[in-house]
Every structure is written in structure tokens, then in C-alpha cells.
Nanobody, 116 residues
């Protein structure tokens, strides 16, 4: 059974930092493109960042470029999202996604709230 378990969310002040983790089990982690998505209240889920199977290439949505960094440790079956210089508009539930051909898995999400 595939499981993706996110952790690291919480309440942080504007300008602060958080590091999200997503631990995967039940799959061959290194075979999957890994991504972080987020969904704010009343908005559609959007792609935040993605990283290729070996970690050699990354991609970010424009609003987080220069502030967020996605990384992965295939030995630990874990993908990370380092979030710096957080803004109130980063408030959302953040989801981990694992995808390969015809297969996609989601975590349950972790809440990130940026507020003073």
C-alpha cells in the first residue's frame, strides 16, 4: 500500500521559514517524479515545485522562485520543500504528489499558515 505522509507545516510569521517533508512508502521512490502542490481556501490546487527522479532537475511556479527549494533523498524515500521568506499568500494546505506513467499518488496534506 502506497503512503505519502507530509509533515512540517504550522504557523509562521511573514518572513519566516518552514521545511516540509514527505515520506513515501510502498513504492520504488526513485522511479517517481515528486512534486509539491498547494491549495488555498477557495482556490484550485496549484503546482508549487517538482523534482525529477534523480533530483537533477527542478521546476517552480513563478511566485515561489528564489524563496522555495525542493530536494529529495532517494535513500530515505523522502522529498523536502524548504520555504523561506514566507508571505501571507503562501498560506495553504500543501500536498505531496508522486507520479509516473499512468500512476499518481497524493498525501493527506499539511497546513501552512503565514500570519502575524
Amino acid at each position: 500500500q502506497v503512503q505519502l505522509v507530509e509533515s512540517g507545516g504550522g504557523l509562521v510569521q511573514p518572513g519566516g521559514s518552514l521545511r516540509l517533508s514527505c515520506a513515501a512508502s510502498g513504492l520504488t521512490f526513485s522511479n517517481y517524479l515528486m512534486s509539491w502542490y498547494r491549495q488555498a481556501p477557495g482556490k484550485e490546487r496549484e503546482l508549487v515545485a517538482a523534482i525529477t527522479r534523480a533530483g537533477g532537475n527542478t521546476n517552480y511556479t513563478d511566485s515561489v522562485k528564489g524563496r522555495f527549494t525542493i530536494s529529495r533523498d532517494n535513500a530515505k524515500n523522502t522529498v523536502y520543500l524548504q520555504m523561506n521568506s514566507l508571505k501571507t499568500e503562501d498560506t495553504a494546505v500543501y500536498y505531496c504528489n508522486a507520479v509516473r506513467t499512468f500512476v499518481s499518488y497524493w498525501g493527506q496534506g499539511t497546513q501552512v499558515t503565514v500570519s502575524s
